[in-house]
């Protein structure tokens, strides 16, 4: 009854200009703006995967959850609540906001963060039309793609996602201080990662969000895109040791970084959780 993929995140933005310059040109995602001035963000069949929200300050608005059935939507709801979690049913208007058939809503206090639990995402009828010339997301079984967050206590948020919402060990990373753990709820190498505190990093912090491409060349494309138009690289080209992604990290409008990045390894039946001391095999070198 745990969680199945990581389907959406919300996020209130300052500039919300600067923030549909990357996703357009840099990603090629779809946008499609609503009324009050949000807009919606799309990469694969549903029909948004992030949404911006105009905003004085800049956060993150919620994450959410897929899950695979409606049962065990209901299952972990009333888990939560017999740990002593106020979950409350999404109204009307939130459901449509979200374009699911039925979700909940938690205060999530490991990551300090709105939490919603949903299933039945609408898929469009549409096909995804990129802003730019891309083959696409890998999302289909997997997911959005996977964030990584900062906490005060690893321990008890491994804890948390595996005992209550499911996730399974992925691996370890540590270097230099720096404490990462990996965790998988679906064949993606991970979906969740969490990180230790460090150099003034305050616990809920958001690191960043990767999305993965179907093809190198996109992401090769968007590299040269990154280097020409000014947008903030935040780490070069490189490959993670654990997951074998190639990706580079941008740093967006909001503060945190996205990850676009390709081939990352699946988890298997015959998955052996591993330590590594180094997050990468090459590149991967910070800007600045």
């Known amino acids: 009854m745990g969680v199945s993929a990581l389907g959406y995140v919300t996020l209130d933005v300052s500039d919300m200009d600067a923030w549909l310059k990357i996703a357009t040109i840099v990603f090629g995602m779809q946008t499609t703006r609503r009324p009050d001035g949000a807009v919606d963000l799309r990469i694969d069949e549903f029909h948004h995967r992030f949404t911006l929200y105009p905003a004085a ?3 993150l608005h919620s994450l959410g959850w897929e899950m695979a059935s409606p049962e065990d939507l209901l299952a972990l709801v009333e888990k939560l609540r017999g740990l002593g979690f106020t979950v409350d049913e999404m109204d009307a208007a939130t459901r449509a906001d979200r374009k699911v058939i039925s979700g909940y809503r938690f205060h999530e206090p490991m990551l300090n963060a709105e939490t919603e639990l949903f299933f039945g ?6 096909a995804f039309a990129p802003t730019r010339g891309i083959a696409g997301y890998n999302t289909r079984g997997l997911g959005l793609g996977h ?5 005060a206590d690893t321990d008890a948020t491994v804890a948390f996602y595996r005992d209550v919402l499911g996730f399974s060990l992925s691996d370890y990373i540590g270097w230099d201080g720096i404490e990462a753990i990996f965790l998988h709820c679906n064949p993606r190498h991970h979906t969740l990662a969490i990180m230790n505190c460090f150099n003034g990093i305050q616990p809920g912090a958001l690191n960043h969000i990767m999305i993965e491409a179907l093809s190198y060349d996109d992401v090769g494309y968007a590299y040269d895109i990154v ?3 000014g947008v903030p690289l935040f780490m070069e080209m490189g490959k993670h040791s654990n997951d074998h992604m190639q990706s580079f990290y941008i740093r967006t409008p909001s503060g945190f970084c996205i990850e676009y990045g390709y081939g990352g390894r699946l988890i298997g039946p015959d998955w052996e959780v591993r330590n590594y001391d180094q997050p990468m095999l090459f590149g991967h070198r910070m800007v600045g």
């Open 121 to 126: 995402p609408l898929a469009h009828n549409l």
């Open 57 to 59: 300050t800049d956060r």
């Open 227 to 229: 280097r020409d138009s």
């Open 147 to 151: 964030v990584v967050f900062h906490v």
